[in-house]
């Protein structure tokens, strides 16, 4: 099984609206992270710009769809396809949602949560397991934003977060967005929720934007980065120190500058709170 990945700086997400500037500009970004599933196809397009933009960035992998929660078989010709892709690309890593997407080979399009107690916690560890097992790899769970609660729950998110990844033996990447939406909206404290994260097994956060709607908040990925949110990475970075961090925006797509400027904090934040980041600056390549 792979060792725990390398710090690799800060990275975007990679959507088809940047292909073309990427690969004439060359931004200082990196590594890009891509929606797996864009991907897991016979050729097009979509390959293409992949193919091109690997031979000058690391890339990342980030499902939606692997449903590792669900009560289905799990997906072996979907996992061959994933599989095909990480044997493409050679990812730094290969992550997606501690969540269940669908049953009965219906597909929600939504990231559900799930009951926080243990038998949920062997149920879903027990599922990574055989992922692991057939990809070859350890892979990175994400932790959700949520909106209602499970009568079903004894344990707190990060209670059930920290025992599946024990239990399982798999790496965490932990969204700071989400974080800040979920304790919003369950009125937890966001602090509380990040020390209970067991330190060594977080190699990489998220790092959104939000919408507000007064008495909820909801994970839309459509606007600038929220200063609470800032904050909160800011501590992040104190508990966890030299993680790969990165700027995920997947609707109402601003100009690319835009990014860079968010992405000039995420650094900034990261190098003034811990700053063997900035000395490991060199280490990212970016041809």
Known sequence: MNT????????????PDYYSHILETRPQVDWFEIISENYMVEGGKPLYFLDRIREHYPLA?????????STAALDTGY???????????????????????????????DLLPLPYNAESVRHVAERIKQ?????????????????VNFSESDMT?????????????????????NIYVSARNHQF????????????????????????????????HDAPVADPVWELYRLAVRRFGKVS???????????????????????????AEFPQIADARGEAAYV
């Open 61 to 69: 992998m980030h499902g939606v769809s692997l449903s590792i929660g």
């Open 245 to 271: 961090a990165m700027i995920e925006r997947d609707d109402n797509m601003p100009e690319f500058s835009e990014l860079m400027r968010e992405l000039a904090i995420l650094r900034s934040i990261a190098e």
């Open 189 to 220: 404290d966001a602090l509380t929720y990040m020390n209970g994260i067991p330190q060594d097994r977080v190699i990489q956060f998220h790092v959104a934007g939000h919408s507000d709607y007064g008495d909820y908040i909801v994970d839309t």
């Open 157 to 177: 998110e990060w209670e059930f977060v920290a025992a599946v990844a024990e239990e399982a033996d798999c790496w965490l990447l932990l969204d700071i967005n």
């Open 4 to 15: 725990r990945p390398a710090f690799s700086g800060f990275g975007l997400g990679l959507r």
């Open 79 to 109: 996992l061959t396809r994933l599989k095909t892709l990480i044997d493409r690309v050679n990812p730094l890593w290969v992550s997606d949602h501690l969540c269940w997407t669908g049953l009965s080979a219906h597909n929600s399009h």
């Open 131 to 147: 992922v692991q097992s057939f990809l070859g790899r350890r892979i990175v769970l994400e932790n959700l934003s949520s909106y």
